[in-house]
């Protein structure tokens, strides 16, 4: 039982690093131009409402929710 909790854990804390960011996703799909842009609005957009559902989740407010999502929309993006 303890194993499978510490691998529970393992697995919920190396998520967020095995998510590429859009830039990444960008270049390992090989997009250029316009479809990248698009892509790229596409995907910041995407990354946005799911920082600002965490923010929410965690029940973040203020200041404190701005830094979490900015700092989340920074990742996400690649930027």
Do not use: W, Y
Not at 15 to 24: G, Y
């Amino acid at each position: 039982m303890r194993m499978l909790i510490i691998l529970a854990a393992a697995a919920a804390l190396s998520a967020p690093a095995l998510a590429d960011s859009c830039t990444a996703q960008a270049g390992a799909k090989n997009i250029h131009g316009a479809a990248q842009t698009s892509f790229m609005k596409k995907c910041s957009g995407d990354v946005k409402a799911k920082c600002a559902s965490d923010a929410s989740a965690k029940n973040l407010h203020g200041a404190a929710a701005k830094t979490f999502t900015d700092k989340c929309v920074r990742e996400g993006t690649g930027a």
